[in-house]
């Protein structure tokens, strides 16, 4: 009944942009932050940016800072990610999760996740 969503994942040139889709079903966002993750292969899971419940407050890796933005969407359920300035290295599965704490990038806090995202970056 609890669902998380991800959707808007592709293949993209370096440079290129993309906006991903973390919908959520069965549970209202209105009190969940959500944080993007991503894991590429043979690599851990990481911390990309995490939005507050409210939508108020915003964290990014430094990695993706400056070219990243998470927003959120209450009424539609739905947070994003836009993705600018894609490099190579953001290759990855891409991941949403839901927590009913203030954001951390500690993923065992994280309550729901979804199925992931395949972002691929390359020319």
């Known amino acids: 009944q609890l669902q998380l969503v991800e959707s808007g994942g592709g293949l993209v040139q370096p440079g290129g942009s993309l906006r991903l889709s973390c919908a959520a079903s069965?549970?209202?966002?209105?009190?969940?932050?959500i944080g993007w993750f991503r894991q590429a292969p043979g690599k851990e899971r990481e911390g990309v940016s995490c939005?507050?419940?409210?939508?108020?407050?915003?964290d990014y890796a430094d990695s993706v800072k400056g070219r990243f933005t998470i927003s959120k969407d209450n009424a539609k359920n739905t947070v994003y990610l836009q993705m600018n300035s894609l490099k190579p290295e953001d290759t990855a599965v891409y991941y949403c999760?839901?927590?009913?704490?203030?954001?951390?990038?500690?993923?065992?806090?994280?309550?729901?996740w979804g199925q992931g995202t395949q972002v691929t970056v390359s020319s």
């Open positions: 939005i507050s419940s409210s939508g108020g407050d915003t």
């Open positions: 069965g549970f209202t966002l209105d009190y969940y932050g």
């Open positions: 999760a839901a927590i009913a704490q203030p954001c951390t990038a500690n993923l065992d806090d994280y309550e729901h």
